[in-house]
């Protein structure tokens, strides 16, 4: 027999691959970080003795959940300014609540609670974009996740950097340090078209195209950044960065959620992947991204949670059950969006988007061991006649019992494995007071 690290064995297995396929009774079989084998679960146990196996009956095993936009950081900010308009949250409580406390603790705590939250809730890989990016690449390689850090770069200076170059300056050499870590990748982030100028745009892409980075940034989010694009360079911003060169396959664009006929065309001819929030969108007062038509248009779309702080969690069971129901009822059709469609913008569709399907997104032999084991014998689930309907409109994030990451176990019986719960909570609580006492 074949020694192998572990043996997860369960009664469904969803691979994300083939789009409706769940296999039933099999086992996947983990060594050296990777998946080696899938199997029938009698099968698997006759080839290969593992030092670890699990037994999961009634659950369903699946990808890990990639979190396509966040700003992990701001989870300390979650609750502090609800239910505003985003020029306003933006300008007169984010922004000026950033440039009082954002500080390279500020971002390690921060990303620390949003990580936690993420394991618990079935995350595996998160994209995002903030300022301090060591502090959150430190945070995701102590409590092991999967991380996409956002090179943030805009004109206006923070805490983090005062112009463009030293932006940039500051991302490269966090990419130079951080390049060889297996958990960590890298992406240009200018922030916006309303917070970044031609130029700047012009420089990124030259980088993006010499270093083969992709780029990560906000757009079309509100009807106001369109039209006040319209005013200043006579274009929307799809179009002005049309003109620039920035769109293509590189390019993830978050939220689009107001599009015409010619934007919509441009982000397909250009092969843009579309990053929807749609809890964020709906708690900001933004709108509803035209699913149906990017679906049309063969756009590929992934699924985010945007900020804590816009959200007020970083739950992808609430976005996809979100995604579902509420494009049912945009497009009056019940038969629209399938849960495996759902999955898929949750899982492969999300590492597609970050030139990372090579090596997660799908349970596939000799991709990363990022699996999810999701508890469907619980009153909520069942009965339970077809498990992915289950998964998708009945399951949420408590029926995450195990997590594994590049192999590892990160949640054990909705237990976190090596975190320390108690701590991170404290420190939190102790930044909560600071920022209250302001």
């Given at each position: ?131 301090f990016p060591e502090a959150t690449a430190e945070a995701s390689k102590n409590l092991g996740i999967r991380a996409n850090i956002g090179l943030v ?218 699996i999810i084991a999701v508890n469907l014998d619980r009153i909520d689930t069942q009965p339970c006649y077809d498990p992915l309907a289950s998964l ?47």
């Open positions: 027999m074949i020694k192998v690290d572990k043996i997860i064995s369960a009664t469904w297995i969803y691979t994300g691959e083939d789009q409706d396929k769940v296999l039933f009774d099999h086992s996947i079989v983990v060594s050296d970080q990777k998946i080696r084998d899938i199997q029938p679960t009698i099968k698997a146990h006759e080839m290969y003795e593992a030092e670890e196996t699990y037994q999961l009956s009634d659950h369903i095993l699946l990808p890990g959940l990639i979190n396509a936009h966040t700003h992990s950081a701001m989870s300390l900010l979650k609750g502090y300014a609800d239910d505003l308009q985003l020029e306003t949250w933006l300008n007169d409580y984010i922004w000026p609540a950033e440039s009082k406390f954002v500080n390279y603790d500020f971002v390690r705590v921060g990303s620390e609670l949003a990580i936690a939250e993420m394991i618990k809730g079935g995350t595996t890989t998160f994209n995002d974009m903030y300022f770069v805009m004109e206006f200076p923070s805490n983090y950097a005062n112009d463009p170059q030293e932006y940039l300056n500051k991302g490269f050499e966090f990419r130079d340090h951080w390049r060889d870590n297996k958990l960590i990748s890298t992406s240009i982030a200018p922030h916006a078209p309303y917070s970044v100028s031609n130029s700047t745009f012009e420089l990124i892409n030259t980088y993006a195209e010499q270093l083969n980075l992709t780029i990560h940034t906000h757009l079309h989010e509100t009807r106001n950044e369109i039209e006040e694009s319209i005013k200043q360079f006579s274009s929307t911003p799809i179009e002005r960065l049309s003109e620039l060169g920035l769109l293509g396959p590189k390019l993830m664009a978050a939220h689009c959620v107001h599009l015409s006929e010619n934007d919509m065309y441009q982000l397909k001819s250009n092969g843009v992947s579309v990053l929807c929030n749609i809890s964020s969108n709906m708690k900001l007062g933004s709108g509803f991204v035209d699913v149906y038509q990017l679906i049309n248009n063969n756009i590929n779309i992934a699924i985010g949670t945007d900020s804590s702080a816009s959200n007020n969690r970083l739950d992808m069971f609430s976005e996809m059950r979100s995604m579902a129901l509420n494009n049912k009822a945009l497009t009056m059709k019940s038969e629209f969006l399938k849960p495996s469609e759902v999955l898929k913008m949750a899982t492969i569709n999300g590492a597609k988007a970050l030139g990372l399907d090579h090596i997660i997104g799908s349970i596939v032999k000799n991709k990363y061991a990022d998708v409109y009945c399951a949420d994030r408590s029926s995450v019992e195990y997590v594994w990451i590049n192999g590892d176990t990160k949640l054990k019986e909705r237990v976190l494995v090596n975190i320390d719960e108690i701590e991170i909570l404290q420190k939190v609580k102790s930044w909560k007071n600071k920022i209250n006492q302001t």
